[in-house]
């Protein structure tokens, strides 16, 4: 303020008196204390319905304490840009019947998915899965086969024929069927029904391109037993998946070349009905042509192959050794351990060195492994 032709300026202190001073020379005086000015109530509430009149900091957003100082020491410019906000934001409680409605849907999770429901409900209770949990959930589905939480025995929790699709799945059991039924006719001619030619018809001619590990498992199986069929065309569609994981393992980066699709499935040299279920599964197009597999489809491809050896074994879900099938894949066998306890399994190792697998019920999976610092 200019009174005469000198300059003064303003002070009140702390006993309420009122003092002028002047100016030294021309400048700015700034307040080292300032009172923010009076609000209206409705621009006071806080997000939860808190007032925060009254001087009450504790029931104050962070939004509103960010207003209050914009106002009290802001540029003009800046408290345009956050009256503006403030025009546009929306108090839920002023909206009629409305506000409540709100608040007790999201904390009762409506509108959610039956199965996200179920991923942030703990078996047995109402308390809610930490969102470390949940994620981890998400993906442990993404990453292992279908599977079944409230299956009654193992044998039902794991299934090869969702795993493979229906066109897959159907051409895998007529290749099987037309197999079996020439077997039969062998054995009617007054042949011993051929153990190696029907082996032989289903994995390749040259016993050294065959997985060891899937020609022990066949010579295992009886065809003339009740259900031996089913296993026949887990172990026949388990080929054709190592085919596929043979192929990414000899390309460069997990690359399949091709300028089409038909052309990569070609490559794979399996039905192309298998084919393209495979290549839904656990391939990617790639810029440029050709398909790829990523590291995570990498790991979802090794635990569809060991689930599918686990349920060729028998209705059981118990192998006593992967480490034949783990050299066919030339994958380390603590590492398919863990891709099998991850699935639910437990896995042991004996004496000799045999690494096993069993799966139980109720399915229990590990819990989340928490990164801690140090």
Request: net charge positive; proline share 3%.
């Amino acid at each position: 303020m200019a009174i005469s032709t000198t300059t003064y300026y303003l002070r009140i202190d702390r006993e309420r008196t009122l003092r002028l001073y002047p100016t030294a020379e021309r400048g700015s005086i700034f307040a080292l204390e300032q009172r923010t000015r009076a609000y209206d109530d409705d621009n006071a509430t806080t997000s939860m319905g808190g007032e925060v009149g009254g001087g009450n900091s504790n029931t104050m957003s962070a939004s509103d304490r960010a207003q209050l100082l914009v106002d009290s020491f802001g540029s003009r410019k800046k408290q345009k840009v956050m009256n503006s906000r403030a025009a546009n934001r929306v108090n839920v409680h002023s909206v009629v019947g409305s506000g409540d409605a709100m608040m007790r849907s999201v904390t009762e999770q409506r509108g959610i998915s039956d199965e996200n429901r179920r991923v942030m409900m703990e078996e047995g209770g109402n308390e809610k899965v930490h969102q470390v949990d949940a994620a981890y959930e998400q993906a442990r589905r993404r990453m292992l086969p279908q599977y079944d939480v409230d299956a009654d025995v193992p044998y039902k929790v794991y299934n090869a024929q969702s795993m493979a699709g229906v066109l897959a799945w159907e051409k895998t059991s007529r290749i099987v069927e037309k197999v079996l039924e020439k077997r039969v006719e062998a054995t009617a001619d007054g042949g011993d029904g051929g153990n190696k030619d029907w082996i032989a018809a289903l994995l390749g001619k040259k016993e050294e391109h065959r997985p060891l590990s899937l020609t022990r498992l066949l010579e295992s199986i009886d065809p003339a037993r009740k259900g031996s069929n089913y296993r026949i065309k887990v172990v026949l569609f388990l080929h054709f998946v190592l085919k596929l994981h043979a192929k990414i393992q000899r390309g460069r980066g997990g690359t399949i070349e091709g300028g089409t699709l038909d052309d990569c499935i070609g490559k794979v040299f399996v039905p192309h009905e298998v084919g393209m279920r495979l290549f839904e599964l656990f391939m990617s197009e790639r810029e440029g042509g050709g398909y790829v597999a990523s590291p995570q489809q990498k790991t979802k491809l090794h635990a569809h192959i060991l689930v599918l050896y686990v349920i060729a074994s028998g209705k059981e879900m118990s192998v006593p050794s992967i480490n034949q099938l783990c050299r066919d894949m030339k994958l380390d066998a603590k590492e398919a351990s863990l891709v099998l306890r991850e699935a639910g399994f437990t896995v042991k190792k004996n004496g000799s060195g045999d690494v096993g697998a069993i799966l139980s019920v109720p399915l229990t999976f590990p819990p989340p492994k928490r990164v801690t610092r140090t």
